[in-house]
């Protein structure tokens, strides 16, 4: 096999080996079938095993109960910015948006144009270095639903509470989901992107409770209604096949671990070992505050722009991959998803102390 580099990329995101390996022996046909999962028939019992096997995975990991359904939809979680207004706010209706990043803003601007939005909270002054608190959020009393961003992939903060409200609490958890327990009582609805934390684009997982769907408006397109893919198991029109085998052979790979407490520890041990390196030397600076830091995405700069870019240069040539920063940050970004692994991140960290003592 060829050889594979330490991939930090934020999105898609590295994959675990052994899924990898799985699906590639099995890609040409998938044992007792003679077919790709490629080519077979979403109509097919094959089909009916692997998407069900997926929905019960995740059920498990999550711990759900009957209350929710379990949603395998397409168009990003960016397309999810658009249903969920359009699917539980009436016309007229309010929400409440806490602002935490690019992502929440993307959200937000979406969610604008079905009802009256308010921007609960916002660190966006601060460029989004922390998470608000609990007490910094003004709700709306008339909102029908509050909604968050868990992880802000951009900035690297993650939301380390559940916030208090007294309405459906709706969070974007695409950057992770998988990544830690999460209480589901405290949510009616959770919805990710696979891409970065539980397989490859293509699908997005929506998690909601049965109570908010609802029989959409006649006016409303099929596709964007929940009530469609309640109805038809996420069967209205053809899924994302392939993007679905992969989400169940990664919730596998979570359950072989021991689940999200498992998972969590593995992804606080990775965390800590970088975010240890950042904070031995002033050399490095995180974006982030302490309290906000996210265990997925670790946001850090370097004393001047020229290091910064010769990092990228000098890492990307020693074979650690797609650690530039976005641009509305800048300097570094290294994303340690579930699937990367810990000796990735002990690379980067030798990497970090070489290139300090050379050029600091
Ligand atoms: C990547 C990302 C998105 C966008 O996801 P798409 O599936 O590309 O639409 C939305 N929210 C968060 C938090 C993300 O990290």
Not at 109 to 136: L, Y
Not at 257 to 282: F, P, S
């Amino acid at each position: 096999m060829t050889e594979r580099i330490y991939n930090f990329s934020a999105g898609p995101g590295a994959l675990p080996l052994p899924v990898l390996e799985e699906a590639q022996r099995n890609l040409v046909s998938l044992p007792g079938v003679g077919m790709s999962v490629l080519e077979i028939s979403h109509r097919s019992k094959t089909f009916d095993k692997i998407i069900e096997g997926a929905e019960a995975k995740i059920r498990k990991l999550l711990n759900l109960s009957d209350d929710f359904h379990v949603l395998f939809l397409q168009g990003g979680a960016s397309l999810q910015f658009s249903m969920i207004p359009m699917n539980l706010l009436s016309k007229g209706g309010k929400a409440d948006y806490i602002n935490t990043g690019a992502w929440s803003k993307a959200a937000i601007k979406e969610a604008k144009k079905v009802g009256q939005i308010n921007v609960a909270a916002s660190t966006e002054s601060e460029n989004f270095v922390r998470i608000p608190k609990q007490e910094e959020l003004k709700l709306d009393a008339e909102a029908t639903y509050v909604h968050t961003t868990s992880n802000n992939t951009i900035f690297g903060t993650e939301w380390h509470y559940d916030p208090e409200v007294t309405v459906p609490l709706v969070c974007d958890a695409s950057s992770d989901i998988l990544s830690r327990p999460i209480d589901m009582s405290r949510y009616a609805m959770i919805y990710a992107g696979a891409q970065k934390n539980m397989g490859p684009a293509g699908v997005t997982m929506v998690i909601m409770r049965k109570d908010l769907v609802k029989e959409p408006p006649a006016d409303m397109p099929t596709m964007l209604a929940y009530k469609t893919h309640v109805d038809t198991k996420s069967m209205y029109n053809t899924p994302p096949v392939f993007s679905i085998y992969i989400v169940d052979l990664v919730c596998q790979w979570i359950l072989d671990l021991g689940g999200l407490e498992a998972m969590q520890k593995l992804n606080q041990e990775k965390a800590k070992v970088l975010y240890d390196a950042i904070d031995a030397t002033e050399f490095y600076r995180g974006h982030a505050h302490t309290d906000s830091r996210s265990l997925m995405n670790v946001t850090f700069r370097l004393p001047s722009e020229e290091l910064e870019n010769l990092f990228v240069k000098q890492s990307t040539a020693a074979g650690l991959d797609g650690l530039k920063g976005h641009r509305s940050v800048g300097g570094l970004r290294a994303s340690i998803y579930n699937a990367f692994p810990k000796a990735g991140v002990e690379a980067l960290v030798e990497f970090m102390k070489e290139f300090e003592r050379k050029n600091g």
